[in-house]
């Protein structure tokens, strides 16, 4: 397998392991294709047990130089992966587009937020790394220290695939760990081959990060290779809950400690005494940003009755005019869902609830490869969508008696990862947010919002842990208690 060129069209994208790029150990690979144009995008080394083998044991190996490093030296590569990553952006934004559909707003997000990152990840050298501690013990000296856990595992989705990769190994590197990620099959290069190729320029030893990729619907197998593997400390996921939910049981069978970024199935709440213009247009943007394909998007938006109708007007009218089509295309706002399997899903969805009794206000048919944006109102509890997390351009819409029942209704369900509330009154707005389960609350903000500093994470099935720089050692770090006495 030849190493990735600068040229995103048609390339070859092999394991990156121990610094090196190769070849299945099976010689097997697939072609992944753009979900816009359908072309082949990339011929990818569909990597099996061996590979992800192979990519721990370089992973193991390369610990003890890498946490050994001196601050300086950890600071200096991260810098310098940030002004690589901003040389390349207009080629990034370009395979973010062709790869996984992602318009030029997105793209520019994505990129802002690995940037941050990295130049945050690169301050996190010089933190402390401990505490001294009391002891009652008579001339003894006791301290907490903080030591990274050896090799970190990362699991991580195609919808934010630069971002959530990023997030999944940066921070953990710059804790002192080596990592092994494994990308989505649908964005090997953004989510994967991208990380390995600006993190080796930037000089980071070989074996330090690792990257397996794999064929559709194996995934499973390089998952299961390092839930078992006895040199993996930790793992991270980022994807849907029915799949966490697979791997936390067998990683409790392997007492082995996950951090789980999950679904979500986020209300946004507008109060009576909102702006209207401003709950409609955040609920357009936190509902549709990325094609509704952003685990923190809106997907049910709870108004107070005396507001509900001119907000399902205006509501409406603004969704059935946003600009669908071709991502490359900058005026674009919804582009192409990931794939068909996407597409299929979201349609039979749509039209279970439309049968069971629900009312489309926009959108509603399918123009392959891109589905509309939708808003759907009247949805009965019962319909599939009205369930759990649907991963596209679809929102429900529906009118509450007060904000109370907005809160009991938001709460009705087993997801907890972000909401938002639209209020005039952002100190009702607080009281509210505090009885609200969820991970992440805004008030006067729609729901789809990240910084690299900030705690990250879900309640309830959306997830265990916190992502975010400053949290991170709690997750990817373990305390010693050491203690030295006097002779
Ligand atoms: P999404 O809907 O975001 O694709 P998934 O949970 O299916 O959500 O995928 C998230 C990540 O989990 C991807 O990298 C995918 O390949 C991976 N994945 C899927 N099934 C498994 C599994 N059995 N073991 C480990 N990883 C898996």
Known sequence: VERIGS????????????????????????????????????????GDGEDTQRAITAAHLAFGGWAGAPPWRRQQIFLRAADILEGRRTEVLGALAAETGCGRHFGDVQIGFALKLLRQAAQLAYQPTGHLLPSDVEGTQAMAVRRPVGVVAAIAPWNASLT????????????????????SEESPYTGGALWAEILQEAGLPPGTFNVVTHAPGEAGVVGDTMLASPLVKRINFTGSTPTGRRLAEKAGRHLKRVVLQLSGQNPLIVVR????????????????????????????????????EEFNAR??????????????????????????????????????AVELGARVLAGGVPAPP????TVLTDVPDEAEIAQGETFGPVVIVEAVDSAEDAVTRANASD?????????????RGLRLASRLDAGIVHVNDQPVNDEPHMPFGGVKDSGWGRFGLGFAAE?????????????
């Open 273 to 308: 005494d909102a702006d209207v213009e401003y709950a409609v247009n955040a609920s357009a943007y936190g509902a549709f940003m990325h094609q509704g394909q952003v685990c923190m998007c809106a997907r049910r938006v709870y108004v107070e009755r005396p507001l509900a």
């Open 164 to 183: 959530l990769s990023g997030r999944a190994v940066v921070g953990p590197l710059a804790l002192g760990n080596t990592v092994v990620l494994k990308p």
């Open 7 to 46: 040229a995103w069209q048609k390339r070859h994208i092999g394991h990156f392991i121990g610094g090196d790029w190769v070849a299945s150990d099976s010689g097997r690979s697939y072609q992944n294709r753009s979900p816009w144009s359908g072309e082949v995008l990339s011929e990818v080394a569909a």
């Open 315 to 352: 509501f409406a009218a603004k969704v059935a005019n946003l600009p669908t089509g071709d991502p490359s295309d900058p005026a674009t706002v919804v582009g192409p869902v990931i794939n068909e399997w996407a597409l299929a899903l979201l349609d039979r969805r749509v039209k279970e």
């Open 475 to 487: 997750e990817f770090c373990e305390l010693q208690w050491v203690t030295v006495r006097d002779q």
């Open 415 to 427: 997801l907890g990862l972000a909401a938002s509330i639209i209020t005039g009154d952002a100190h």
């Open 370 to 373: 891109c589905y509309p944006a």
